[in-house]
């Protein structure tokens, strides 16, 4: 289990992944809300989070539906094929690329890696001059189109440069502990 | 992407930058007379009126915020010397040797000596053209890394504050492209394809024909001071056929 601690991850095994029940299920009523009986019959459909969707299909309890943004002749697949850097990703999936590194294998789609790979590689370069160039105020629109990893990236690039910029202005450098700020009571 | 590193560990703040940039070594002519001290790191001085000596950069400024001593200007930091770097900066794709600290060590002279640098005006415009255009390049270098599978970045002569100003992306980015390159992403989509070329791919490949670097993984860069070096491209063009 790689970064078992990580927030991100385990943020991103939270993605509803689509899937379809194999089996009748007692107790469950919750994943199908559309009847009282408070159970879930084979052959019903129900977006699980990524983590339980794992431990079902490998005890064959559910197959698997590929994620929309996966799928192999879904919308986003054309659309990253067009122009990669302008599509808004996190309304679909906000950790676009941990799941997919997730889910490949589990549901072994070969085309998911290359086409991952390819997604990232169009979008990194937006993201560097975007990163590198974009002032403050500007940046929110933009923002809103890439994944949190690709947020990350964007932030870090960001970050060391507002860093710097502030270190060329100088300015006050030393900074007062808070003890010593506090004024000193007339005696 | 989980990161195996913490991202913002290995990164200086500009500050400690600045301060590891006060230990190089700078000439001073003091107008006091002192024995000489006897530091950790070596022993400077003796002083005497007129008399040029080495002392480190933060001993210097100390000196001269107390009216003890002129600074002497780096040789780098002429008018000629700049120029001339300005030049071929720009005519060529390399980056020009250039001291290791010298936006810092610009920056603290240009700070504290202004009157002891010749035609400061000049070389502190030229100091800063030589920054931005290095800038650039690196900004330009940087978007090359998207077009084959890179998995190291050698930048030769980079100084210690732009290659802290790229390393949190940097290594960012290549984390996550070496994640979605590595075999196991891709690997499997054309082993049926073609096994023989699926042995060559993987992070530690050794030996090419045209006997290239051959690089560790990405996580090498957070440890070299020497910068950033190394990732090693593996150049397969139909991966994705």
Sequence with gaps: ???????DDILAEEELVPSVFQHDANGVGLFDSSDDTDKVIAGSRAELPFWLVRELYLRQLISI???????????????????????????????????????????????IGPFLLVAFRTRYREVL???????????????????????KLYEAGQSSIVAFKKWR???PRFQMAPVLGRKRKPT | MSSASEPHASAFSAAELEFLA????????????????NFISGDFGPFRPQIATQVPLWLAVALKKRGKCTIRAPEWMSIDKLSQVLESERDSEKFQPLPFHYVEISRLLFDHARED??????????????KDVRFHKIGTGLEIISKERTYALRLKNLSAMEANIVRPFVTRALETLYKLGSSEMIQESDTNRQPPQAMNRGPRTTSRKDGDLILGNIF??????????MLRKIID????N
């Design chain 1, 65 to 111: 539906r590929v994620p929309p943004c996966f799928d192999r002749d879904s919308k986003t697949r054309e659309e990253i094929g067009a122009d990669a850097a302008h599509v808004d990703l996190k309304s679909r999936c906000a950790y676009f690329y941990t799941l997919g590194c997730k889910i490949a294998p589990l549901i072994g789609d070969k085309t």
């Design chain 2, 237 to 240: 063009k139909d991966v994705r």
């Design chain 1, 169 to 171: 202005m100088g300015g």
């Design chain 2, 117 to 130: 640098i010749p035609d400061i005006y000049m070389v502190r415009s030229l100091v800063e053209d030589i």
């Design chain 2, 220 to 229: 090498d860069i957070n440890s070299s001071s020497e910068l950033l070096l």
């Design chain 2, 22 to 37: 006060e230990d190089e070594l700078i000439e001073i002519v003091p107008n006091l007379r002192m024995d000489p001290l």
């Design chain 1, 129 to 151: 001059i975007k990163a590198h160039t974009l002032s403050l105020s500007v940046a929110p629109k933009y923002l809103i189109l890439l994944t949190n990893e690709e947020a």
């Design chain 1, 1 to 7: 289990m790689a970064g078992y601690y990580d927030i």
